[in-house]
């Protein structure tokens, strides 16, 4: 079964400080990894995908098979970023079926 | 485009009552499907359509059915509520080359009581 594991249900820094939110996966095979956000009254959008390696509002993500984990990093935190982070997961070939970890509410202090 | 659309925003049923969640894309998206967000839980595939006509399950299907009669629409149906259901739904559709972009609707917010 493929599962998707957020440790952090709260993540608060200061603006300018580095951010990390963990995400650690299981899966069977080779999965595609994804990052979604959701701000305060917009709605869920995809962020970033491990296979397309951008750089996407500062945030990098890097996926590590042997850790199965795909962290979420910016090194200087603005206070625009505060809003819910979800990592999710797909198998290749089913990109069209996510499964979605339980997110991480990131607070960006000023 | 008005993109993914949902109705209603809010909806509070009683224990037993039947009700559709309608969605609908104007973006001619292949793929649709359908998660309850839980406080704690994340968000939770119920259902979910690879085109017109098909239909399958998801990670929490029981107590819900779904049909996809058109590209647009993936009406999402509560048989008999119950409070466990109580959740805020979201529809989602993307395309065939990028299906792994999911656009989200706003989200229903349903209380069963």
């Known amino acids: 079964a493929q599962r998707v594991t957020q440790p952090e249900k709260l993540l608060s820094v200061f603006k300018g400080a580095p951010v990390e939110l963990k995400c650690n996966y299981s899966?069977?095979?080779?999965?595609?990894l994804f990052w979604y956000v959701q701000y305060s009254r917009q709605r869920l959008q995809l962020l970033l995908r491990?296979?397309s390696r951008e750089s996407i509002k500062g945030f990098t993500a890097d996926l590590n098979k042997g850790e199965t984990s795909f962290h979420l990093k910016k090194p200087f935190a603005q206070e625009e970023d505060s809003a819910m982070y979800y990592c999710?997961?797909?198998?290749?070939?089913?990109?069209?079926?996510?499964?979605f970890g339980k997110g991480t509410l990131l607070t960006v202090n000023p | 485009n008005a993109g993914v659309t949902q109705t209603p925003k809010f909806q509070v049923l009683k224990t037993g009552q039947s009700m559709t969640l309608q969605c609908a894309q104007d973006?001619?998206?292949?793929?649709m499907s359908w998660y309850r967000q839980d406080p704690g839980m994340g968000l939770r595939l119920i259902h979910y359509?690879?085109?017109?006509?098909?239909?399958d399950q998801g990670e929490v299907p029981n107590g819900y059915n779904v049909s996809r009669s058109t590209t647009e629409d993936f009406p999402l149906r509560l048989l008999s509520a119950a409070p466990s259901q109580t959740s805020v739904y979201f529809c989602?559709?993307?395309?065939?080359?990028?299906?792994?972009?999911?656009?989200f609707g706003p989200g229903t917010r349903l209380t069963v009581t």
């Open positions: 989602a559709s993307s395309a065939g080359d990028s299906a792994y972009e999911q656009y």
């Open positions: 899966y069977s095979g080779s999965p595609e």
């Open positions: 999710a997961l797909s198998g290749l070939g089913s990109n069209y079926k996510l499964t």
């Open positions: 973006m001619n998206h292949e793929y």
């Open positions: 359509s690879v085109g017109a006509g098909i239909t």
């Open positions: 491990h296979i």
